[in-house]
């Protein structure tokens, strides 16, 4: 994609998506959105975009890490009920629940009882989030392993970006296969009509994040009315003539 046309794609996306949320805020609508996928995909520099057009006030953006010893001694789903929005609140997960699908399958963190009874414990809970009439957006970014590792390569010879390497990132590369299974089951099992994965190819990641604006802003914006309102006749008839 030209510079100039991505440039010109994102401002427009940004724009139409703040609108979605005012029109969420004024009609006391929730949104979700989940994002996985590869390390070194794109989820945080899309996220960024996202957050950036958006208002704060409304808006939580969640970065899912492993649990604590508290949270562990509870219901392995309690920290994601507590982070679910408020009416007019859009949530973002930068990972998510389906870390118990995922990165506790393969590392070896839940056993094979846990995480195959999780796939039906998230269809319920996502069910009883649509049922609510959360709107809920579920997005995998999807790269290769050459991607992955060019773009690792290039936070090492970037200083500013370097925070964002991990070891944790070098034994998972070493895990790939068994992460492409885990993720391929996660997107069989769990994409029910009412809360569907969307795969991105995000090899580019501008491309990648024009996608995922459209995705959101599709979903968010169905059956809203997203024009702005008009002020009442006081207030125009005071600063027209103020």
Same mark, same amino acid.
């Given at each position: 994609?030209?510079?100039?046309?991505?440039? @010109?794609?994102? $401002?427009?996306?940004?724009?139409?998506?703040?609108?979605?949320?005012?029109?969420?805020?004024?009609?006391?609508?929730?949104? +979700?959105?989940?994002?996985?996928?590869?390390?070194?995909?794109? $989820?945080?520099?899309?996220?960024?975009?996202?957050?950036?057009?958006?208002?704060?006030?409304?808006?939580?953006?969640?970065?899912?890490s492993?649990?604590?010893?508290a949270?562990?001694?509870?219901?392995?789903? $309690?920290?994601?009920?507590?982070r679910?929005?408020?009416r007019?609140?859009?949530?973002?997960? &930068?990972?998510?629940?389906?870390g118990?699908?995922?990165?506790?399958?393969?590392?070896?963190?839940?056993?094979?009882?846990?995480?195959?009874?999780?796939?039906?414990? +998230?269809?319920?809970?996502?069910?009883?989030?649509?049922?609510?009439?959360?709107? +809920?957006?579920?997005?995998?970014?999807?790269?290769?392993?050459?991607?992955?590792?060019?773009?690792?390569?290039?936070?090492?010879?970037?200083?500013?970006? @370097?925070?964002?390497?991990?070891?944790?990132?070098?034994?998972?590369?070493s895990?790939?296969?068994?992460?492409?299974?885990?993720?391929?089951?996660?997107?069989?099992?769990?994409?029910? $009509?009412?809360?569907?994965?969307?795969?991105?190819?995000?090899?580019?990641?501008?491309?990648?994040?024009?996608?995922?604006? &459209?995705?959101?802003?599709?979903?968010?914006?169905?059956?809203?009315?997203?024009?702005?309102p008009?002020?009442?006749?006081?207030?125009?008839?005071?600063?027209?003539?103020?």
């Open positions: 994609m030209d510079r100039a046309d991505y440039k @010109r794609d994102l $401002k427009d996306r940004q724009e139409r998506l703040n609108l979605v949320q005012q029109a969420m805020l004024r009609q006391n609508e929730r949104g +979700i959105v989940v994002f996985e996928g590869w390390d070194a995909a794109g $989820k945080g520099s899309t996220i960024r975009r996202i957050a950036w057009c958006l208002d704060p006030r409304s808006l939580h953006v969640w970065s899912i492993a649990p604590t010893q949270e562990i001694n509870g219901h392995w789903l $309690k920290r994601f009920w507590t679910i929005p408020s007019g609140d859009i949530s973002i997960f &930068d990972r998510s629940w389906y118990r699908v995922l990165v506790e399958r393969v590392e070896g963190f839940a056993s094979e009882a846990e995480w195959r009874r999780a796939y039906r414990e +998230i269809n319920e809970f996502e069910w009883s989030l649509a049922e609510e009439g959360y709107r +809920i957006v579920k997005i995998f970014l999807d790269i290769s392993p050459e991607t992955q590792l060019h773009r690792l390569k290039s936070r090492l010879e970037a200083p500013t970006k @370097r925070w964002k390497l991990t070891e944790e990132d070098i034994r998972n590369r895990r790939w296969d068994a992460y492409k299974v885990a993720y391929n089951e996660m997107i069989e099992t769990c994409s029910p $009509k009412h809360a569907p994965w969307h795969v991105i190819d995000a090899n580019s990641k501008q491309e990648a994040r024009i996608a995922c604006f &459209d995705q959101i802003i599709a979903r968010f914006s169905q059956g809203l009315d997203i024009e702005p008009d002020v009442s006749p006081m207030i125009r008839t005071y600063l027209k003539n103020a």
